[in-house]
């Protein structure tokens, strides 16, 4: 399969804006930046800066939306390829999916288990089972966050690949429209009832159960769908700026979905599409340089890795930093994102081949 180098640059822009977010919330947090001195714009523009920069910042987990929305997307685009190559058999569809995603699960774990400099904000006790099980929903207040905070994502994730074949015989017998018009009134009646008509513990609605989320999943596999049919014209309005001015157009508008309980029923999907449209507006422009875009691309290649391992990390230096200056922040975060790429890709790369080793020595061997 022909792989998109403009989503590998998206995901490893939106992986980057993930991990930068949670190492700026460690450094930042309880922090106020002063307000500026609006009547004195030329005195006062380094303060305007830090609080653009400030706001930016603390968009970064809108980054997560991104990353469902991609994962729809690729996940559509590569099971729509099988198709088209012959029958496909769902059960070594699972099995090939879920190799691919427990094993470095299970590594992110031992490498939390065993690494210096990290964060252990809480005891390793018998919720390590259910981590490790990727059943972080159960118990959902005691579990979903446990150990490392980003890994309820896997929670949801498996929710969506166990429910993936009747999504995509959905979208194929409807269409990418209809589908997505069914796929947000589920998502978002699911998140009506969470919310106020039976309201529950938030993570819930956060990710804890999938069909909350599968407004922006579903967006994703219709994206694929579009494009598979009219592959310039989607890449023209995503890459090519009208993408990345529709976002910034909406994105005021989607933040105001936070301020009240009904408006926040769709909040993820709005502000998650915004940043999906700025951020593979960015990927874009960085594609047309070939070494930037390998760079991002590769670290896209290997988001899951970094997603996996790098908030433990980010919080422990965050946490010892944070009587240093705005500008020595700044600085410090390249090399630290830098060498956090590298460990996840180096991680992700040796389990996947680890792994590809050991289910072809279990393969008979024909005569």
């Known amino acids: 399969m022909k792989r998109l180098l403009w989503i590998d640059i998206s995901k490893g822009l939106a992986i980057l804006f993930v991990a930068y977010f949670h190492f700026f919330r460690t450094y930042f947090q309880y922090g106020v930046l002063p307000p500026p001195d609006w009547s004195n714009l030329a005195a006062d523009a380094l303060t305007i800066l830090r609080v653009a920069w400030f706001k930016v910042s603390g968009l970064g987990f809108h980054a997560v939306g991104v990353f469902i929305i991609l994962s ?38 031992l490498v939390y288990l065993v690494s210096p400099f990290v964060a252990r904000l809480e005891p390793v006790d018998d919720r390590i089972i259910l981590s490790l099980l990727g059943l972080r929903f159960i118990d959902i207040q005691m579990n979903f966050m446990y150990l490392n905070a980003a890994w309820w994502y896997f929670a949801m994730l498996i929710q969506f690949y166990l429910i993936f074949s009747l999504l995509f015989w959905t979208a194929r017998r409807l269409g990418p429209w209809l589908f997505l018009l069914i796929a947000c009134a589920a998502g978002f009646f699911a998140r009506y009832v969470l919310l106020v ?77 915004c940043c999906m449209l700025e951020i593979v507006s960015i990927a874009g422009f960085i594609s047309l340089f070939q070494a930037p875009a390998k760079l991002f691309g590769l670290v896209g290649l290997y988001s899951y890795g970094l997603y996996l391992t790098h908030q433990p990390y980010v919080i422990w230096l965050g946490l010892r930093i944070r009587e240093v200056p705005i500008w020595a922040f700044l600085l410090i975060c390249i090399p630290t994102l830098t060498v956090l790429s590298a460990w996840g890709m180096l991680l992700e790369k040796g389990t996947n081949t680890l792994v590809n080793k050991l289910v072809s020595a279990r393969k008979p061997v024909h005569a």
């Open 72 to 109: 729809g997307w690729t996940l559509m685009q590569s099971t729509m390829r099988r198709v088209e190559s012959g029958p496909l058999a769902w059960g070594g569809w699972y099995r090939a999916r879920f190799l691919r995603l427990y094993p470095m699960y299970w590594v992110a774990h």
């Open 197 to 273: 008509l039976w309201p529950q513990n938030g993570l819930w609605v956060l990710g804890g159960f999938a069909i909350c989320r599968l407004p922006e999943f579903a967006l994703g596999m219709s994206l694929a769908m579009w494009h598979a049919r009219a592959p310039a014209r989607v890449e023209w309005f995503l890459l090519r700026g009208p993408g990345f001015v529709v976002g910034l157009i909406l994105y005021p508008a989607a933040l105001q979905l936070y301020h009240g309980l009904y408006e926040y029923i769709f909040c993820d999907f709005a502000t998650g599409a």
